[in-house]
């Protein structure tokens, strides 16, 4: 049977059935779908998603933390439309093109110093496996090959192909691959949520700094790398910390030699209030990782960008020294292109200026939603918001995702904690609607 375009794709239940009789979608419990169904998405433009009814959705989440300018953005289309008249893709070994080279020597002026080569990959999760086979790889050809252990923080998350698996500490994508996965240890995370009574977030982020050094100290000769998500742990449930923790641990890497990794994938591109987060603590990792951000939420891409004295380990006669790595679609020009539009927004619009202006407003206008009886923890870095709500409803996740559509907004609450994190180009009265519409939702969902 051959599909018809014009027959088939007009409709929400024509497009659900189809979806759900061929794609096996993510992140999902496919069952689930016929309790909490798939909803069809026709079109986007700004912050909204439309379905084929014209319903239209307030894209509260950004599309998994991707989108940073808006569906549809007609400064990216016009970038991408250019670029696929000249050259769609070719391999990166043993070629080079123009969207790529310049890429990499924008993000190396606007990264924290040192940073000098960008190796591109693709989704976050293959940035990640890149870090670890080039952390460790580096101190193979360092003479040291014992230094093939990482560490992460508690709760982290660093995505979910295998490597990844093994320094994420989120026992729902774990456990059932766990034979398949190697085993590294973690250390306590300075998510000022457990801090004691009495003590700051700043104190308690040096209390768990302290745990790493006694880490450190016991096992730096086996440890190749400290794995972090600067400031803002985002699968863990928006678990936000003081920047000390990240100044502290830079130090601690340094002196025990082992790299530290920065992985941006989710707070990288202006998310955190700064371009990068780890300019808040004024440190420079030895890895930084970008993805999500970096393309606007166009297309797949990442990046790990590294310091010169890693590079150069690399640089010699023989091919097993180098990094042999490779995806065939490693620093595709269309996602590059993606992303050099996504950096002129960002250089033309003075959009950090101006996040700052919308948090605060976000902030204000979201008193009655902070000061609510069943809300707990409210907190906010750059364009990143998180509460938690005490409610009865042991499937609130579930039931608030439900509720939020209902009025017509995106929310995807992880467990109890319902977060924003908006595309940047939310407009006041978008925001208004955003504060008042979960208002509302807790309302109808608190204890
Ligand atoms: C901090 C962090 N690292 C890595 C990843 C994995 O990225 P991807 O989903 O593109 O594989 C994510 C995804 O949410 C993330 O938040």
């Known amino acids: 049977m051959i599909w018809n375009m014009s027959d088939h794709q007009q409709t929400n239940s024509g497009l659900l059935?189809?979806?759900?009789?061929?794609?096996?979608?993510?992140?999902?419990?496919?069952?689930?779908?016929?309790?909490?169904?798939?909803?069809?998405?026709?079109?986007?433009?700004?912050?909204?998603?439309?379905?084929?009814?014209?319903?239209?959705y307030l894209d509260a989440v950004s599309s998994w933390w991707v989108n940073l300018f808006g569906h549809c953005n007609p400064r990216i289309n016009a970038a991408l439309h250019q670029q696929l008249e000249t050259l769609e893709h070719v391999m990166l070994a043993g070629f080079t093109h123009e969207p790529v080279v310049e890429l990499a020597e924008r993000l190396r002026e606007l990264a924290p110093s040192g940073l000098g080569h960008c190796f591109f990959a693709s989704d976050g999760a293959s940035a990640t496996e890149v870090v670890l086979k080039m952390s460790a790889h580096h101190w193979l050809n360092?003479?040291?090959?014992?230094?093939?252990?990482?560490?992460?923080?508690?709760?982290?998350?660093?995505?979910e192909t295998l490597g990844a698996l093994s320094v994420t500490d989120v026992s729902l994508f774990r456990d059932a691959y766990g034979a398949m996965i190697r085993q590294h240890a973690t250390v306590p995370c300075p998510d000022w949520r457990n801090a004691a009574a009495g003590e700051d977030a700043e104190a308690y982020a040096l209390r768990c700094a302290d745990a790493l050094e006694r880490h450190?100290?016991?096992?730096?000769?086996?440890?190749?790398?400290?794995?972090?998500e600067p400031l803002v742990q985002g699968a863990a449930g928006m678990a936000m910390y003081h920047p000390a923790y990240l100044l502290r641990a830079r130090k601690l890497c340094t002196e025990y030699n082992v790299h530290l990794i920065a992985d941006e994938i989710a707070v990288g591109m202006g998310r955190t209030g700064t371009m990068f987060a780890c300019e808040q603590a004024n440190i420079s990792p030895d890895?930084?990782?970008?993805?999500?951000?970096?393309?606007?939420g166009y297309l797949p891409l990442s990046v790990v960008m590294t310091r010169d004295e890693i590079y150069q380990?690399?640089?010699?006669?023989?091919?097993?020294?180098?990094?042999?790595?490779?995806?065939?679609?490693?620093?595709?020009?269309?996602?590059?292109?993606?992303?050099l539009a996504t950096l002129?927004?960002?250089?033309?619009?003075g959009v950090l200026a101006a996040n700052l202006e919308k948090a605060s407003y976000l902030n204000e206008i979201s008193r009655p939603l902070r000061d609510h009886r069943s809300i707990r923890n409210w907190r906010n870095t750059g364009m990143i918001w998180a509460f938690e709500v005490d409610t009865p409803h042991r499937d609130f996740a579930q039931r608030c995702f439900a509720a939020a559509l209902e009025k017509g907004?995106?929310?995807?609450?992880?467990?109890?904690?319902?977060?924003?994190?908006?595309?940047?180009?939310?407009?006041?009265?978008?925001?208004?609607?955003?504060?008042?519409?979960?208002?509302?939702?807790?309302?109808?969902?608190?204890?």
């Open 142 to 159: 360092s003479g040291k090959p014992d230094k093939a252990q990482f560490i992460s923080l508690q709760n982290s998350y660093h995505g």
């Open 17 to 56: 059935a189809r979806s759900l009789a061929a794609v096996w979608h993510p992140c999902s419990q496919m069952k689930h779908y016929e309790r909490f169904p798939l909803i069809p998405v026709a079109s986007g433009s700004g912050v909204w998603l439309y379905d084929f009814a014209g319903k239209r």
């Open 313 to 339: 380990s690399f640089y010699a006669d023989e091919m097993a020294r180098g990094f042999l790595h490779s995806h065939s679609y490693t620093g595709n020009p269309l996602a590059c292109r993606a992303a």
């Open 409 to 447: 907004l995106l929310l995807r609450p992880i467990g109890n904690t319902v977060y924003f994190m908006p595309p940047y180009v939310i407009s006041t009265e978008e925001m208004d609607m955003l504060a008042e519409r979960t208002l509302a939702i807790v309302e109808l969902l608190a204890g």
């Open 344 to 349: 002129d927004i960002f250089a033309q619009d």
């Open 287 to 296: 890895f930084l990782l970008l993805s999500k951000g970096i393309t606007g």
């Open 216 to 228: 450190l100290q016991q096992h730096h000769a086996k440890l190749a790398a400290f794995i972090i």
